[in-house]
C-alpha cells in the first residue's frame, strides 16, 4: 500500500477546465494538507473596495506608514476571517510555518506588528480561505481542474504582475492557453 501524498507548501494552479467559476483562474496556496483534508489560502483574485489599511483601521491600528495593498479573496469560506502568509523571518505564537516556505497567521498581533513596521519583511494578506475534506483534493486533482506546482513562495509576495494565475503558469514555462480544457482516459 503507498503512503498518502500531501501537497502543504506547494500551489494549486486552475486549469482552463476548471468547472467550478469560483476557482477560474485561481492560484491557491497549500498551507495544510493531511489525512483529514486541506486548507489554502487563493492568492489569484483581489477582493474589490478592501485595502491592507482599511483592515487596519477595522481593528482600530493606525496604518501609520505600512504600505498599502489589495486584499485576496482567499477562498469562499469565513469571507470575513483574515489570514496573513509571511515570510519566515518572523514568526509569532499562532503562525502555522509551512514547511520551509512560508507562515500563515490570522492574529491581530501580526497586523500590528505589520504597520509598526515590525513585521515579517515580506507578506500578504486574504480574506476567506479555500478547504477540502478528507480525501477530496485527492479526488479532485484527478479532474481537470487543477494542477499541482511546487511554485516558489515568492509567488505569494510577486506585486507587479496583475494576473498571478498567467504569472505561475510562465514561470513553469507553460503557456495555459494551450493546455486541454477537456481530458481522456488511456
Known sequence: MNDPVFFSGQFLLAT???????????VVAICSHDE????????GETVEGISFHDILRQFDIDPADAPDCEVFLGGPMETQRGFILHSLDINMS??????????????VDML?????????DQWTIALGYSGWGEGQ??????QNGWSIAEGSPDWLYENRSRDKWLMAWQS?????????????SA
Open 137 to 142: 483534493l485527492e479526488s479532485e486533482l484527478t
Open 94 to 107: 499562532d503562525t502555522l510555518q509551512v514547511g520551509n516556505r512560508w507562515g500563515l497567521s490570522s492574529s
Open 172 to 184: 513553469l514555462g507553460i503557456d495555459p492557453a494551450k493546455l486541454s480544457t477537456g481530458f481522456g
Open 112 to 120: 500590528g506588528a505589520i504597520a509598526k513596521g515590525r513585521g515579517p
Open 16 to 26: 482552463p477546465g476548471m468547472a467550478d467559476p469560483r476557482f477560474a483562474r485561481s
Open 36 to 43: 483529514d483534508g486541506a486548507l489554502g489560502i487563493n492568492i
